[in-house]
């Protein structure tokens, strides 16, 4: 079996080897005639065939000509009877290939707007039936422009497998790594565009964001086989070069921004220039495609310089990131002078080779956005160890500090409680004990043990409401009100004063406990006063919910309070009774208002139910 496996593979050895002695190497043509014609010729001129080498670009022959030259070219074909691969490694502007008097290749677009076919080889199977044993001819028309290089370059005729895979290598050089480096832009672009737009500080990467947009524009001129959208070749040339000065300021600018550079007046120069371009670019395309040397080449050397400047910048004098950026600088600066060179032509060459640079510059950007981050976190972990001592620091002191704060606030606690027990005492057992004092004055002698024990009675009951206001969490009002009611009417009758109660909505009502005290020794101090100052016949309590909000009024007939000119006495003026009954109504939220009437005085509180 093996030796059958080793056979078989010797045979195909043999069958391979024998195949590549019969087929020899593709025959390069590189000798021609040429001769000038017109847009719409179609055939060449018979007289007027000159001599030229391949690669030919016709405008150092014919300067001014803007139109057609023809190719004449000749190959021996010993055996007709196999097809035959035939590639032209360049043809500028746009063409038509003729083999043995047939037409075999075209372009879209033979006169204005041109076809823009020189951004790819052009590779074409010749079958049999075309060609002839001995001498073949082949006829190219070329439609160009002197102004952008036009000619054609070496053609090659062979085995269809070699010459396939020449045209596959020159389309990978030209076009498809072209291609590449397109994406590569955009994706480095869209990437430094969103950093800036999520960080607009950082503008090193707006600029450069900008830089590659601009860049992908300029560089539609290695893979965009049409001036569309614009109807001339001098439109798509001039906008090309306007974009390769826009693209070349905002690069000077990255660069400046990257070096922590700030040269507001070389930027303004710079996008000055780039805008202008632009302009012109738009309004006179006619003259700005043509001419685009004469803004070119300055911007071209002004970018070379300022990447040489930047490189040894860098590398003497900054930082890590700056440095491995100005080495992958470097090696794109060598391939765009070797281009330049090309689109000059001192040097010989049918293909830019720019895009191989493109993977250098995104490994110099990559390694730029992972020293940042790197950085940055540095920065933030240190920034966390400061902060955390910081915290705990401030954390010590806010301890200290609030340690003090409570030590007051127990101590104005304490002195609120004293103050809140006087008050209570002033408004609750000071009221009793007046009108215990006064009735018993006017009782006889020989009161009945009775009489002083309801007195005594009379008094627990006030210290109870002080008790049931503040034992519970939530009083129900009309509850706490009756014993009150109670003890103010059996106050009042004892002066002859006729009390007549109103109390709406209160049913179910709860506040408080604290509210409740409030308001109960409010409207007890109220009643207190009423008893010791009115000289009254008839007080009216009427206590009513409205909606959100309580209302209490007392009006009686006595001799009224001496007040302000407008007999309205609004949280002012008054002694000790009324200076408590304001801060209590300050306490629950409300307004008190007390209005000396004729006869008598009247009481408003409008205060909320809600704390």
Same mark, same amino acid.
């Given at each position: 079996?093996?030796?059958?496996?080793?056979?078989?593979?010797?045979?195909?050895?043999?069958?391979?080897?024998?195949?590549?002695?019969?087929?020899?190497?593709?025959?390069?043509?590189?000798?021609?005639?040429?001769?000038?014609?017109?847009?719409?010729?179609?055939?060449?001129?018979?007289?007027?065939?000159?001599?030229?080498?391949?690669?030919?670009?016709?405008?150092?022959?014919?300067?001014?000509?803007?139109?057609?030259?023809?190719?004449?070219?000749?190959?021996?074909?010993?055996?007709?009877?196999?097809?035959?691969?035939?590639?032209?490694?360049?043809?500028?502007?746009?063409?038509?290939?003729?083999?043995?008097?047939?037409?075999?290749?075209?372009?879209?677009?033979?006169?204005?707007?041109?076809?823009?076919?020189?951004?790819?080889?052009?590779?074409?199977?010749?079958?049999?039936?075309?060609?002839?044993?001995?001498?073949?001819?082949?006829?190219?028309?070329?439609?160009?422009? !002197?102004?952008?290089?036009?000619?054609?370059?070496?053609?090659?005729?062979?085995?269809?497998?070699?010459?396939?895979?020449?045209?596959?290598?020159?389309?990978?050089?030209?076009?498809?790594?072209?291609?590449?480096?397109?994406?590569?832009? !955009?994706?480095?672009?869209?990437?430094?565009?969103?950093?800036?737009?999520?960080?607009?500080?950082?503008?090193?990467?707006?600029?450069?964001?900008?830089?590659?947009?601009?860049?992908?524009?300029?560089?539609?001129?290695?893979?965009?086989?049409?001036?569309?959208?614009?109807?001339?070749?001098?439109?798509?040339?001039?906008?090309?070069?306007?974009?390769?000065?826009?693209?070349?300021?905002?690069?000077?600018?990255?660069?400046?921004?990257?070096?922590?550079?700030?040269?507001?007046?070389?930027?303004?120069?710079?996008?000055?220039m780039a805008g202008l371009t632009f302009v012109m670019a738009l309004l006179f395309p006619d003259w700005m495609g043509p001419h685009?040397?004469?803004?070119?080449?300055?911007?071209?050397?002004?970018?070379?310089?300022?990447?040489?400047?930047?490189?040894?910048?860098?590398?003497?004098?900054?930082?890590?990131?700056?440095?491995?950026?100005?080495?992958?600088?470097?090696?794109?600066?060598?391939?765009?002078?070797?281009?330049?060179?090309?689109?000059?032509?001192?040097?010989?060459?049918?293909?830019?080779?720019?895009?191989?640079?493109?993977?250098?510059?995104?490994?110099?950007?990559?390694?730029?956005?992972? =020293?940042?981050?790197?950085?940055?976190?540095?920065?933030?972990?240190?920034?966390?160890?400061?902060?955390?001592?910081?915290?705990?620091?401030?954390?010590?002191?806010?301890?200290?500090?609030?340690?003090?704060? =409570?030590?007051?606030?127990?101590?104005?606690?304490?002195?609120?409680?004293?103050?809140?027990?006087?008050?209570?005492?002033?408004?609750?057992?000071?009221?009793?004990?007046?009108?215990?004092?006064?009735?018993?004055?006017?009782?006889?002698?020989?009161?009945?043990?009775?009489?002083?024990?309801?007195?005594?009675?009379?008094?627990?009951?006030?210290?109870?409401?002080?008790?049931?206001?503040?034992?519970?969490?939530?009083?129900?009002?009309?509850?706490?009100?009756?014993?009150l009611r109670h003890r103010t009417s059996r106050l009042l009758e004892a002066a002859d004063i006729d009390a007549h109660w109103r109390?709406?909505?209160?049913?179910?009502? =709860?506040?408080?406990?604290?509210?409740?005290?409030?308001?109960?020794?409010?409207?007890?101090?109220?009643?207190?006063?009423?008893?010791?100052?009115?000289?009254a016949r008839r007080v009216d309590v009427h206590i009513a919910r409205e909606g959100e909000r309580l209302r209490l009024h007392i !009006?009686?007939?006595?001799?009224?309070?001496?007040?302000?000119?407008?007999?309205?006495?609004?949280?002012?003026?008054?002694?000790?009774?009324?200076?408590?009954?304001?801060?209590?109504?300050?306490?629950?939220?409300?307004?008190?208002?007390?209005?000396?009437?004729?006869?008598?005085?009247?009481?408003?509180?409008?205060?909320?139910?809600?704390?």
């Amino acid at each position: 079996m093996r030796r059958s496996v080793a056979a078989l593979l010797f045979v195909l050895g043999l069958l391979l080897c024998g195949r590549a002695v019969a087929q020899p190497a593709p025959l390069v043509i590189t000798q021609a005639e040429a001769v000038r014609g017109q847009w719409h010729d179609a055939a060449p001129p018979r007289e007027g065939w000159a001599p030229v080498t391949l690669m030919d670009l016709w405008q150092a022959r014919w300067p001014d000509h803007d139109g057609v030259v023809w190719y004449r070219l000749r190959w021996q074909q010993a055996d007709a009877r196999q097809p035959v691969g035939l590639l032209l490694e360049y043809l500028s502007l746009a063409g038509a290939v003729y083999v043995n008097g047939q037409l075999v290749a075209r372009d879209r677009s033979l006169v204005e707007p041109l076809s823009r076919a020189w951004i790819m080889p052009h590779y074409v199977l010749l079958p049999a039936s075309l060609l002839q044993p001995g001498e073949n001819h082949l006829l190219v028309r070329v439609s160009g422009r !002197a102004a952008y290089q036009p000619g054609l370059g070496a053609v090659r005729v062979g085995d269809p497998l070699q010459v396939e895979a020449q045209y596959r290598r020159e389309r990978l050089h030209r076009f498809d790594l072209q291609m590449l480096d397109t994406a590569i832009g !955009a994706v480095l672009t869209a990437l430094f565009g969103m950093f800036w737009l999520l960080r607009r500080q950082d503008t090193v990467y707006g600029w450069y964001a900008l830089n590659g947009l601009f860049g992908l524009l300029y560089g539609l001129n290695w893979v965009h086989d049409s001036p569309w959208p614009f109807p001339t070749t001098d439109g798509w040339q001039a906008f090309i070069g306007g974009s390769f000065v826009a693209m070349v300021s905002c690069y000077q600018v990255f660069l400046l921004r990257f070096a922590d550079r700030r040269w507001p007046r070389a930027e303004r120069v710079l996008l000055a220039m780039a805008g202008l371009t632009f302009v012109m670019a738009l309004l006179f395309p006619d003259w700005m495609g043509p001419h685009r040397n004469l803004y070119l080449l300055p911007m071209m050397a002004l970018s070379y310089a300022a990447s040489v400047g930047f490189v040894l910048w860098a590398l003497r004098r900054g930082r890590l990131d700056q440095k491995v950026l100005g080495l992958c600088i470097f090696v794109p600066l060598l391939t765009a002078l070797h281009d330049a060179g090309a689109y000059l032509g001192y040097i010989h060459a049918n293909a830019f080779i720019g895009s191989f640079g493109s993977p250098l510059v995104l490994l110099g950007m990559g390694f730029v956005l992972a =020293h940042r981050f790197a950085t940055t976190m540095r920065r933030v972990e240190g920034f966390n160890a400061e902060l955390k001592q910081e915290v705990q620091a401030a954390t010590a002191q806010l301890a200290t500090t609030l340690n003090r704060q =409570h030590a007051l606030e127990l101590a104005h606690s304490r002195a609120g409680e004293r103050l809140q027990l006087v008050r209570d005492l002033h408004d609750g057992f000071g009221g009793t004990l007046v009108g215990t004092i006064a009735r018993l004055q006017q009782a006889p002698e020989d009161t009945p043990k009775a009489q002083i024990i309801d007195v005594l009675k009379e008094m627990r009951d006030d210290l109870r409401l002080v008790i049931d206001t503040t034992a519970q969490e939530q009083a129900d009002l009309a509850a706490l009100m009756a014993p009150l009611r109670h003890r103010t009417s059996r106050l009042l009758e004892a002066a002859d004063i006729d009390a007549h109660w109103r109390m709406d909505g209160l049913d179910g009502l =709860h506040l408080e406990p604290a509210r409740s005290l409030d308001l109960l020794r409010l409207l007890q101090e109220a009643l207190t006063n009423v008893f010791k100052h009115s000289r009254a016949r008839r007080v009216d309590v009427h206590i009513a919910r409205e909606g959100e909000r309580l209302r209490l009024h007392i !009006a009686d007939d006595g001799v009224g309070l001496p007040l302000a000119t407008d007999n309205v006495l609004r949280l002012g003026g008054g002694g000790a009774g009324l200076a408590s009954m304001r801060l209590r109504a300050q306490r629950l939220g409300g307004e008190l208002y007390i209005e000396s009437a004729a006869p008598g005085t009247r009481l408003l509180l409008d205060m909320p139910l809600a704390a």
